[in-house]
């Protein structure tokens, strides 16, 4: 059984940062691509970062600069460290698998909610 679990969000000033993480069990997770998306109240889920099994990045033009995606292939966990956090940032986030061996793969964990207000 595929699990995702989202940890790390949260209520945070604007400027601020928080670092989102999520373990994965269940798949071969060094040979998987990873993502991570939010989706705000009223709008569309959106792809934020994504980071392939060999460390390749890409990026979101609105989180360029301010957020980092990694992964620590011993722990099973991506994270997505977020800087310079504005009020347009606050949505809930989630991380997908997206392949695994190369091959598709649509795995959601269940969201966790950033929020960026003073």
């Known amino acids: 059984q595929v699990q995702l679990v989202e940890s790390g969000g949260g209520l945070v000033q604007p400027g601020g940062s928080l670092r989102l993480s999520c373990e994965v069990s269940?798949?071969?997770?060094?040979?998987?691509?990873m993502g991570w998306y939010r989706q705000a109240p009223g709008k569309q889920r959106e792809l934020v970062a994504v980071i392939t099994w060999g460390g390749g990045t890409n990026y979101a033009n609105s989180v360029k600069g301010r957020f980092t995606i990694s992964r620590d292939n011993a722990k099973n966990t991506v994270y997505l460290q977020m800087n310079s956090l504005k009020p347009e940032d606050t949505a809930v986030y989630y991380c997908k698998v997206e392949t695994v061996f190369g091959m598709s793969a649509n795995y959601w964990g269940r969201g966790t909610q950033v929020t960026v207000s003073s």
């Open positions: 269940g798949i071969s997770f060094s040979r998987s691509t």
